[in-house]
């Protein structure tokens, strides 16, 4: 990692910035120096500086134990795994509902995904439904939003186009603070209010998925769990024969 936050400023700093700023040990040996940590723009934690190497810069990395979405996969802490001890029953009635309601969720997900495409929303309930997100106890209706997000990168391809012109200018990926480390954390620990970062990133070189050095943006995200509650949103007609095309022709979602 080449850029970190200065703890008491708030200022991106490169680490040759960083090093500059807080100043190195001596070559005195026991001088006694130990720098203070930078912290890192994603998951907020400290990062430390490395010395570079004639094979690598001088660069930041995290402390042990901790998880930050540079460091792993989007969405693995939460998406590797099916539930240990999940309701079937409770699960089919969580799809059931999600069925009834969707003109709901796909409003709430285009709040949070720019030029959401019908494509993508009914690609999110396959995920869903092969990793059996569906089933985890606890799991709301409410909640569903907010989990759809993690399960997949949203790039310009998959959005919608206009004139033939993707709508989406960047790459888009979800995660939650760094202490989240399950779906099901995010009910059972909801007093603790979660944050849902929106990472915004360039479009990647060639086939690859975009990485750290790719990110213009990490905002935080508004969480609504009475969307359910609100007036119907009327949606675009292409959207609504889409997805009502899928449901019609998937009998066991």
Same mark, same amino acid.
């Given at each position: 990692?080449?850029?970190?936050?200065?703890?008491?400023?708030?200022?991106?700093?490169?680490?040759?910035?960083?090093?500059? +700023?807080?100043?190195?040990? +001596? +070559?005195?040996?026991?001088?006694?120096?130990?720098?203070?940590?930078?912290?890192?723009?994603?998951?907020?934690?400290?990062?430390?500086?490395?010395?570079?190497?004639?094979? &690598?810069?001088?660069?930041?990395?995290? &402390?042990?134990?901790?998880?930050?979405?540079?460091?792993?996969?989007?969405?693995?802490?939460?998406?590797?795994?099916?539930?240990?001890?999940?309701?079937?029953?409770?699960?089919?009635?969580?799809?059931?509902?999600?069925?009834?309601?969707?003109?709901?969720?796909?409003?709430?997900?285009?709040?949070?995904?720019?030029?959401?495409?019908?494509?993508?929303?009914?690609?999110?309930?396959?995920?869903?439904?092969?990793?059996?997100?569906?089933?985890?106890?606890?799991?709301?209706?409410?909640?569903?939003? $907010?989990?759809?997000?993690?399960?997949?990168?949203?790039?310009?391809?998959?959005?919608?186009?206009?004139?033939?012109?993707?709508?989406?200018?960047?790459?888009?990926?979800?995660? $939650?603070?760094?202490?989240?480390?399950?779906?099901?954390?995010?009910?059972?620990?909801?007093?603790?209010?979660?944050?849902?970062?929106?990472?915004?990133?360039?479009?990647?070189?060639?086939?690859?998925?975009?990485?750290?050095?790719?990110?213009?943006?990490?905002?935080?995200?508004?969480?609504?769990?009475?969307?359910?509650?609100?007036?119907? &949103?009327?949606?675009?007609?292409?959207?609504?024969? $889409?997805?009502?095309?899928?449901?019609?022709?998937?009998?066991?979602?």
């Amino acid at each position: 990692m080449r850029f970190g936050l200065d703890a008491s400023s708030r200022r991106k700093l490169s680490a040759e910035e960083f090093r500059k +700023t807080t100043g190195s040990k +001596t +070559t005195a040996l026991g001088d006694g120096f130990k720098a203070q940590d930078a912290i890192c723009e994603v998951c907020q934690k400290g990062i430390y500086l490395v010395g570079g190497s004639p094979d &690598r810069v001088l660069h930041f990395r995290h &402390r042990a134990g901790g998880f930050c979405p540079t460091k792993f996969p989007a969405g693995k802490p939460y998406l590797e795994l099916t539930p240990t001890d999940g309701d079937p029953s409770s699960g089919a009635s969580l799809r059931e509902a999600v069925r009834r309601n969707w003109q709901a969720h796909f409003a709430e997900l285009s709040k949070l995904v720019p030029f959401l495409s019908p494509e993508e929303f009914v690609g999110l309930l396959k995920i869903a439904s092969e990793r059996r997100v569906w089933d985890y106890r606890g799991f709301r209706e409410s909640d569903v939003p $907010y989990v759809l997000v993690l399960l997949a990168d949203f790039p310009p391809s998959t959005g919608t186009r206009r004139h033939g012109q993707f709508e989406r200018q960047l790459w888009f990926r979800f995660w $939650y603070d760094s202490d989240l480390r399950s779906i099901d954390h995010l009910w059972i620990r909801r007093r603790e209010s979660p944050v849902l970062h929106r990472g915004s990133f360039a479009l990647p070189r060639g086939s690859r998925r975009p990485r750290y050095q790719d990110l213009r943006g990490n905002n935080p995200m508004p969480v609504s769990y009475e969307f359910l509650e609100l007036p119907a &949103r009327k949606l675009p007609s292409f959207v609504s024969t $889409y997805v009502d095309q899928w449901f019609s022709k998937s009998h066991n979602f």
